[in-house]
């Protein structure tokens, strides 16, 4: 596509947007709740977060580069970026936070069935299922090819036996994607990539309460339930190749938590309001290694989309992004002083402050630890020995 | 743009890191040092650099020059840093050059910048720490200027042909190219850290013609000048780095203790993979710094105080580590690794360190 064309289609997509985007999906969020998830019973805090994901779904604009054909906006890379820098310019809110669009979709594109992919990329697209994700167990967390929830098999379909933990939104989840064993035998080689309904009969859902007060995460209990074998994903005990690709792109999109939110910096806001000489200093500090992240990202996205992004590279990014969200956290906390502190008031934006603060704490657990990110760019990046 | 190097600049690089690698690696240095060597460099060096045209990186064609970017005279720098080769390309070639671009002195310097016999130096700093506070005065003079006071740190001044000067005018800040055999100057050549060597310089009433200005008087092209130079540094600091990584990393896959290759221990696995990381997000810094100079796009200035800061601290945690995984062998003066620390020190010193670019960068955003 030719400059001016992309200029012209920069220029349709602001007018675009500055129509559709309502204002109020133009300010920061005030925490969690704030997001929008859809799915079949969604929640919304406020009518326009609805109508804000209606809009992008209808134009296939909240997965701009998935071909039109399973729901996407068909954009080619140039004009993604382009959409997503029109959406930061006018600090739109990201119109739907879904596991089916930065975990599972890109999955299925690459594995999944053309029936799978008609089925599922669609809704995801549009924000009507929510999916969740069913890897880790009591025993089987960074050492997540250990897992032991079984998938037996019984002709057309599997009985599926077990416990998940961790298990974010499980509660409110319609779909779970999902690792199971199907060979005892084998560990890596054993395990199969299954979808199912979580209405299904004999799967039930224990909420754990977090440090940040919200409770998210679930443990999650299978007894008996039927998956048909038309929802597995890729050959059977060839689950943990989807898996791993699917692992990347949750790192991926992790990552980008270090790069703070489109709405402006509190770190920032706050250090306007006056701080210490020596906390400027570290905020300053801290300032050079985001503008470098941020680069970081650009240069990474563009190596991907180039095909010459090294395959751990999402290691990388995923160790030093979550590192970097929870010193931006840890600042944003010492700027805000007291503010920062309440619970729940005007001051600390009713929370948000102090539970994000906390909530970023498990940016370098979830989806695969620092350490294991470290140990996996010094063998696969530096190929240190064993 | 894409932030990676085009297929062009891949090569202009292999080029650079073969011939740089071949003409002056480490060893180079060495010699020089062991011999205390007066000048700080090689002068046949520079002249082989002009025969393959890289002196004229950063100049513009219609003025012999090859007329590239930042992105290609870093390319450059980055081999010379991970070589640790004695250099004045990166005053001469890059700063210098940039100073002097469209204005009448580009006629008179770049010929010989092209030839490989000019050597520019810049008399920027008057302190010990980089601050842009320039109590130099140029006194108007008969039909020129009177120039009267010191400068520091300043690369290869004791031999360079031409000196940049910024003092103070009346109404703010002027740039002069001094002739450097000028009446009242002198110079006092210092051996540093890294064996280089840079001048303190006196001015004594120095009197310069009118038509010594570069730029217009009181509008020094200083920013420019320094964007040019603080780029530069930081790709230089990305080769140290990077040179220093590859050392290290390679001396993890060859020491044995315990039975075991000391690259299979965690702690040091991990602390490999954290330099890594550091010194990856300081090559995407340094990219895109030196693009968005090529593009004169005005968020330039940022981003090079963020390259030079960013390179700044992961080199310094790159010849830390380096030399701490070394272990014994790595505080000997035998071992190449310790003269990457020497090399990083000055480096993050030059045009301002991690601490001035931070600042510069709060300052921006307002706090
Ligand atoms: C907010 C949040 C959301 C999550 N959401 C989901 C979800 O939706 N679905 C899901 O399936 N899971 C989810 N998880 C689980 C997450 O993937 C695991 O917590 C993670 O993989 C770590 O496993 P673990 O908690 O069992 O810790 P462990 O594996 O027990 O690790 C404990 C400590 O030991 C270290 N360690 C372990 N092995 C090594 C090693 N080889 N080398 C060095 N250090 C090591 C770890 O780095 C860690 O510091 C979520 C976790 C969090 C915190």
Known sequence: ?386 | MPLYLTDEQTMLRDTARDFVAEHAPVSHMRRLRDANDATGFSRDLWKQFAELGLTGILIPEADNGLGLGHVEAGVVIEEIGRNLSPSPFLTTAVAAVEALKGTPHAARWFPGILAGETVAALAIDERAKHDGCIEMKAERSGNGFRLTGAKQFVAHGHVADLLLVAATTEHGTTLFAVPTDANGLTADPQRLADASLAARLTFDGVEVDADAVVGEVDQAPLARLLAAGRTGASAELLGVGGGAMDMTVTYLKERKQFGQLIGSFQALQHRAAHLYSEMEVARAAVLKAQQLLDAGDERAADAVSVAKAMTSLATTLSVQEGIQMHGGIGMTDEYDIGFYMKRARVLAELFGDANFHADALAQAAGY
């Not at chain 1, 820098?85 to 979709?105: D, H, Q, T, V, Y």
């Not at chain 1, 299954?194 to 995460?217: C, K």
């Not at chain 1, 991907?304 to 969200?325: C, D, F, I, V, W």
């Open chain 1, 1 to 386: 596509m030719s400059d001016t064309d992309l200029e012209t289609f920069r220029a349709e997509t602001r007018a675009w947007l500055e129509a559709n985007c309502p204002e109020t999906m133009r300010t920061p969020m005030r925490g969690e709740k704030d997001a929008t998830w859809g799915g079949r019973n969604p929640e919304f805090a406020h009518p326009d977060q609805k109508l804000w994901m209606d809009r992008m779904g209808e134009r296939g604009w909240t997965v701009p580069d998935w071909p039109s054909a399973y729901g996407g906006g068909g954009l080619s890379p140039a004009e993604t970026k382009i959409l997503r820098e029109e959406m930061a310019r006018l600090k739109c809110r990201n119109p739907l936070n879904s596991f089916g669009i930065s975990m599972l979709g890109p999955a299925l594109l690459k594995y999944g069935t053309e029936e799978q992919k008609l089925e599922h990329l669609p809704r995801i697209a549009r924000g009507e299922i929510r999916w969740c994700q069913g890897y880790s167990e009591p025993n089987a967390g960074s050492d997540l090819a250990g897992l032991q929830a079984s998938a037996d098999d019984a002709g057309d379909h599997y009985i599926v036996n077990g416990q998940k933990v961790w298990t974010s939104y499980a509660d409110k989840a319609d779909w779970i994607f999902c690792l199971v064993r199907t060979d005892k035998s084998s560990k890596q080689g054993g395990i199969s990539f299954v979808l199912f309904d979580m209405a299904s009969e004999g799967v039930s859902t224990r909420p754990i309460l977090l440090i940040s007060g919200n409770s998210p995460f679930c443990e999650t209990f299978f007894d008996n339930v039927k998956v048909p074998k038309a929802n597995r994903v890729h050959d059977e005990n060839k689950g943990w190749d989807v898996a791993k690709y699917l692992l990347g792109h949750e790192r991926e999109m992790i990552s980008g938590m270090g790069l703070g939110g489109p709405a402006g910096d509190p770190m920032i806001d706050a250090a306007r309001k006056g701080v210490d000489p020596i906390l400027r200093g570290q905020i300053a500090l801290f300032q050079v290694r985001s503008q470098a992240f941020k680069a970081m990202s650009e240069r990474f996205i563009d190596e991907l989309k180039a095909g010459r992004a090294h395959p751990a590279q999402p290691s990388m990014m995923k160790y030093y992004g979550t590192e970097l969200n929870k010193t931006r956290h840890e600042l944003t906390m010492a700027a805000g002083g007291s503010d920062t502190l309440e619970w729940d008031s005007e001051a600390s934006n009713h929370g948000a402050a102090p539970r994000a603060w906390l909530r970023t704490k498990a940016n370098s657990i979830e989806g695969g630890t620092s350490e294991i990110q470290l140990n996996i760019i010094a063998k696969r990046i530096l190929d240190l020995p064993s």
